[in-house]
């Protein structure tokens, strides 16, 4: 239920704006570098992965959110930041000279299909 409330309200780009914010500190400035990187605003930049995440997350990718955000204190923003990891490492890739894949190549099984890699 936690991960589809994350879903739902995280594909809306002014709620996943005002999420990472509330997050806050290096991780909201990461997001705002990959999203700048990419051309886009940081609400659309986010909610255009949480959607896609949703369209190719397998179980096993669902699961691991699941573990991931078990008992935290917050559980919808630790599984966003869960699913934002992916891209960020792959920005953080790319600014040492790996070209910088598309928002939509992001959602590919090694990225989307488990969640594991990230942790």
Known sequence: ??????????????VAQAAVFCI????AERV?????QRGMEVGGFVAVIVQEFARCADGE??????CEIAGADQPI???LACVLEPALSSEERSE???PVPQVSALHDRRICGSL???H
């Open 116 to 118: 594991a890699h990230a």
């Open 1 to 14: 239920m936690v991960i589809a409330d994350m879903i739902h309200s995280c594909s809306n780009t002014h």
């Open 77 to 79: 923003l630790r599984g």
């Open 96 to 98: 040492a000279g790996d």
């Open 24 to 27: 806050g500190g290096a991780f």
């Open 61 to 66: 990718a669902m699961r691991a959110l699941s």
């Open 32 to 36: 705002a570098a990959a999203a700048r």
